[in-house]
């Protein structure tokens, strides 16, 4: 089984765009939670931030997945 790309009916949907949707579903359930603790007050430029979160979570996800398989 590759996880290069899932089969969906006969549509192939590359893994990356998998994985990459999984990121930013963790990303935006941890800005949330890390707003409520009010975090972002001493962080110095929150997008920053959340798009390094992002490609920390997707190489987390990515890491994760292959080694399942």
């Known amino acids: 089984m590759s996880l290069a790309e899932f089969d969906l009916f006969g549509l192939f949907i ?3 765009l998998i994985w990459g949707l999984l990121a930013l579903l ?3 359930l941890l800005h ?3 707003d409520r ?3 972002y007050r001493l962080v110095w430029h929150p ?3 959340d798009a390094a979160a992002f490609v920390l979570l997707l ?3 990515v890491a994760l997945t292959w080694s399942f398989q």
């Open 32 to 34: 949330r939670g890390l």
């Open 47 to 49: 997008p920053l931030f």
């Open 59 to 61: 190489g987390g996800v």
């Open 26 to 28: 963790l990303t935006g």
């Open 14 to 16: 590359p893994g990356l």
């Open 37 to 39: 603790l009010g975090f």
